[in-house]
C-alpha cells in the first residue's frame, strides 16, 4: 500500500501581514518625530560648537597679527594671508576651508561688532534673522 504524503503549506495570512504591518506603521509614528526631533537638536549643538571653535581661531589671529580681521576680509582671513597681514602665521584652519553651518549656509561675521570686537554667528536652519528651536540665532556673544 503507498502512503499519501500529506501537503501542508506553512505562512502567513493576509490578515497576520496587515497586522503586523499596522504595529510597525504605529511605532514609525511615534518612535519617527522624537528621531527628528533629536536630529535638529543636534544640528544646533553642532553649529554653537562651530561658532565657539571659529572664535577660538579668531583670536588666535589676534594673537599673531595685533587686530582681528576685518569684515571685508572676513572669515577667509583665517585660510589666506590678507594683503596687509604682516605676521600671519596661517592658515589657522586645518583643512583650509571656511566651514559652513550645519545647514550648508555661510557664518556671518562682523568686525568691529556690535557686541564686542567681532559678531559672528548663524541664523539657523530657517536663514532669518530671529525664531526659536531649530530656527533660532547661534551667536558668538552669548
Known amino acids: 500500500m503507498k502512503q499519501m504524503k500529506k501537503h501542508v503549506e506553512s505562512g502567513f495570512t493576509l490578515l497576520e501581514l496587515l497586522v ?24 544646533t549643538k553642532a ?15 589676534k ?7 576685518s ?20 592658515p589657522y584652519l ?16 562682523v568686525s568691529p561688532g556690535e557686541h564686542g570686537k567681532f559678531d559672528l554667528f548663524s541664523y539657523g536652519a530657517d536663514g532669518k534673522e530671529g525664531g526659536e528651536g531649530e530656527d533660532q540665532d547661534l551667536v558668538s556673544w552669548q
Do not use: F
Open 47 to 61: 553649529a554653537k560648537v562651530q561658532v565657539e571653535d571659529l572664535a577660538a581661531t579668531l583670536d588666535m589671529y
Open 63 to 69: 594673537l599673531d597679527l595685533g587686530h582681528y580681521p
Open 94 to 109: 586645518q583643512k583650509n576651508k571656511i566651514p559652513l553651518d550645519p545647514w550648508q549656509n555661510e557664518y556671518h561675521y
Open 20 to 43: 503586523v504591518l499596522g504595529i510597525i506603521a504605529m511605532l514609525a509614528g511615534i518612535v519617527g518625530p522624537q528621531v527628528m526631533k533629536h536630529m535638529g537638536e543636534s544640528k
Open 71 to 90: 569684515s571685508e576680509e572676513g572669515l577667509n582671513a583665517l585660510i589666506e594671508s590678507p594683503d596687509s597681514a604682516k605676521r600671519w602665521n596661517g
